[in-house]
């Protein structure tokens, strides 16, 4: 077994009930969930929206290998309404340089972001490990420092 945390964020719709539905789906379908974080509300980070977010930070254990745990939460965020932001669509951008260019933020109902998994690093084009912007967001760091000392 694989402990791993994960990141979590909505800001469309039942923001709390798509975050709880979120943590179900996750237990159900990719591993046990062994502690959960406070939900916090945060301003959108690298776009511009009138829609705040709800984050929070959950650890699981998971038999599944960093692929599968990603294909699986990406599957999640799809049954639960995650749209793909199709290239040169309306998406507002920040106008903060620091950002990845190749991103395109969008408001969403769920996102779900691997932030560690064990004392792993996988570098690849579509999986980095750990999240390589996990240390400039306060919504990843603060709930994450909220359930890694328990």
């Known amino acids: ?24 789906r996750i237990g159900d379908r990719v591993g046990q969930v062994v502690r959960q974080s406070s939900f916090i509300e945060t301003e959108p980070w690298g776009f511009e929206s009138d829609h ?16 599968e745990l990603l294909l699986a939460t990406q599957q999640i965020e799809r049954d639960m309404g995650r749209k793909k932001t199709p290239s040169g669509g309306t998406t507002r951008h920040s106008k903060d340089d620091s950002l990845p ?17 064990d004392d792993l690093t996988v570098d690849e084009p579509d999986l980095q490990i750990p ?8 919504f990843v760091m ?8 328990p």
Do not use: K, W
């Open 101 to 117: 260019a190749a991103r395109h933020y969008t408001d969403r109902p769920i996102d779900i972001d691997i932030l560690l998994y």
């Open 1 to 24: 077994m694989h402990i791993v945390y994960l990141g979590l964020g909505s800001n469309l719709g039942d923001r709390e009930a798509l975050l709880r539905e979120a943590i179900q």
């Open 52 to 67: 705040p977010f709800l984050n929070a930070v959950i650890c699981i254990d998971t038999a599944l290998t960093p692929r």
């Open 131 to 138: 999240h390589p912007l996990m240390q400039q967001r306060d």
């Open 142 to 149: 603060t709930p994450l420092r909220e359930i890694s000392n």
